[in-house]
């Protein structure tokens, strides 16, 4: 058995998102069912999933980077990164609220994980996820938050008092919800955020004690197990507080799905979030702005970077707040009506089969969903996670569907990805694309109209076929394949090895196609990024035109992505 922590190092907080993403990976779908506030939009269980899969994917990256293997990394290292990964992945109004709970409580952690710590952190995270949002409404997260921090105050007492105490609190507070919310008393359910919470706390629990919160029995009439002598805790049932004539699932007996008029469907039009970079002052413009547009606001973060959360029927207006405050990007709108099910009611009927591929910059991704592709952007430093994949998955919304990660990186992310998809019903075939070329040589073959296995066949006989490459910066002198680079040279990658070191990228790019085009080839597939000129392309196409007879080339924008230039020859 590991040892038990006696405060929250950074080996305590890795084991604590880890066990949160396991707990909200279990009860994701059940969290999903009882989603019915601010919007009936069946998706919290799953935004909560992918914040906090964020934030363990930056702390992981944190051990990752620590390179003197006999000691674990600071605390303060893996707390910020904990609550800079859930601010950049924060996905809905209640994965943005917990980014915000994440953030008040690195704050403290960073400076020590003792119980005295642990009470002011948790104090500070209800008090920052409060002011984050521009009209609290009590039976939400904020309100289990809240009453998570205060039952963990109090007299000198060990870490494991504390904790248990906090799950305790929240537990409670979670279980009077619907008699503090109208419409979660009229749909019988608990707040789906402040369950999301206490999955979240029962991980810290199960970190600091080695045991995972008990789920008791259900009870009658709404009323919450309570807490047991001896700090242990009895969690609540599978589907919340259990109400009579509500099953497990949270959804009332004899109903379909979710229907609340008055409080859950009626707003708003779209949802849109978006990272920003702007100064204090800026923001505090931005909010009163946003306020005025549209409901649900949540703006959270600091030190020049936010995110910002509004519900609006007036997206463009939202986005052009954002860009007069100062640089948004990451930017998501979601109709709600047609994307996140505003009326569920109202389900079209799956497509046969969908394509989902995983694209590099904004250009390549207004190509592929001309093509009929749902797109994921992998941006910069910022690779999807498996939760983001299985997301759109379900938007892509067939029965059958084509799945290209166009990133050798992204090889087990998407296999999760397609795992999971499976034990939702979905038929999903993986391609195993390694580059954005390849990607689109295989979108390119996709015939829906053919047969399952032999639209996948033809479509990886044809990213097989493809040959790839990107130029790309060196960072510093290192050994490579083709010899030693200095920092600023420009390497030439075909296959993924360092084939060539230059000087500029246009004779890199010229050496680069030579030698694929040395083993033969039809058709040269170039893939612009942002700030490359056209002049380039026309350069390079010159190039082929004159040295390599019946070859073709086409040239797409990829926008910002992390390549210069993309080369794929067919």
């Known amino acids: 058995m590991p040892q038990l922590p006696d405060d929250l190092d950074a080996v305590a907080v890795r084991t604590w998102c880890s066990l949160a993403l396991e707990a909200l990976g279990r009860e994701r779908a059940e969290i999903d069912a ?20 964020s934030a363990a994917a930056a702390v992981e990256a944190v051990f990752a980077a620590h390179e003197t293997g006999a000691t674990a990394p600071a605390t303060a290292d893996a707390v910020r990164a ?18 915000q709970l994440l953030r008040g409580m690195a704050g403290v952690l960073a400076d020590g994980g003792d119980a005295a710590h642990l009470r002011r952190a948790l104090t500070r995270a209800a ?38 105490a906090a799950y305790a609190g929240a537990l409670a507070a979670l279980a009077k919800t619907p008699e503090q919310l109208a419409v979660l008393g009229r749909a019988g359910v608990v707040d789906a955020g402040g369950r999301g919470l206490v999955a979240v706390l029962g991980a810290l629990v199960e970190t600091v004690t080695g045991q995972a919160p008990v789920r008791g029995p259900r009870t009658a009439h709404g009323k919450a197990p309570t807490p047991v002598d001896g700090g242990s805790v009895v969690g609540l049932p599978v589907g919340g507080t259990p109400v009579e004539g509500v099953p497990a699932s949270g959804v009332p007996v ?147 569907v084509v ?64 040959r790839y490459a990107e130029l790309a910066v060196a960072e510093r002198q290192s050994w490579t394949m083709a010899g030693i680079c200095q920092a600023g040279d420009i390497l030439g990658l075909i296959d993924g090895d360092v084939a060539v070191i230059g000087a500029d990228v246009p004779a890199t790019a010229r050496t680069v196609l030579d030698r694929m085009l040395a083993a033969g080839g039809e058709l040269v597939t170039l893939v612009l990024g942002e700030d490359v000129p056209d002049s380039l392309a026309d350069a390079l196409e010159e190039h082929v035109r004159e040295g390599y007879l019946a070859v073709d080339t086409v040239v797409y924008r990829g926008g910002h992505q992390r390549a210069p230039l993309l080369i794929g020859v067919e």
Do not use: K
């Open 127 to 164: 008090d920052a996820a409060r002011r984050a949002v521009a009209h609290p409404v009590e039976g939400t997260v904020l309100t289990v938050a809240a009453a998570a921090a205060e039952a963990a105050e109090g007299g000198e007492s060990d870490l494991r008092t504390v904790v248990h």
């Open 82 to 99: 904990m609550a800079h990964g859930a601010l950049i992945g924060a996905r809905g109004n209640s994965g943005t609220i917990l980014a």
């Open 34 to 53: 009882i989603n019915v506030y601010p919007i009936a939009d069946g998706d919290t269980g799953t935004n909560l999933y992918l914040t906090v899969e």
């Open 254 to 400: 004899g109903e379909g799905p979710l229907d609340c008029p008055e409080d859950g469907v009626a707003g708003p039009a779209f949802e849109v979030i978006y990272l920003l970079e702007a100064g204090d002052d800026q923001v505090a413009r931005l909010r009163t702005r946003l306020d005025a547009l549209g409901d649900s606001l949540v703006v959270v973060g600091g030190d020049g970077l936010w995110h910002v959360h509004v519900h609006v029927d007036d997206a463009g207006a939202a986005v052009e707040a954002g860009v007069e405050a100062g640089r948004p990007y990451r930017i998501r709108i979601t109709h709600f009506a047609t994307e996140s099910g505003h009326d569920l009611r109202v389900q079209a009927e799956p497509a046969q089969r969908a394509v989902v591929v995983v694209v590099p910059g904004d250009g390549l991704a207004g190509l592929c969903t001309e093509a009929g592709a749902t797109t994921v952007i992998a941006r910069p430093g910022e690779p999807p996670a498996s939760g983001e994949l299985v997301d759109a998955i379900r938007r892509a919304h067939a029965r059958e």
């Open 403 to 466: 799945l290209l990660p166009n990133d050798a990186a992204l090889r087990h992310t998407a296999a999760a990805a397609a795992e999971q998809a499976r034990t939702e019903g979905v038929r999903v075939a993986l391609v195993p694309t390694r580059a954005a070329v390849q990607g689109i040589a295989a979108l390119a073959v996709h015939e829906p109209d053919r047969g399952f296995d032999e639209d996948v066949v033809a479509m990886t006989a044809a990213a097989g076929a493809t």
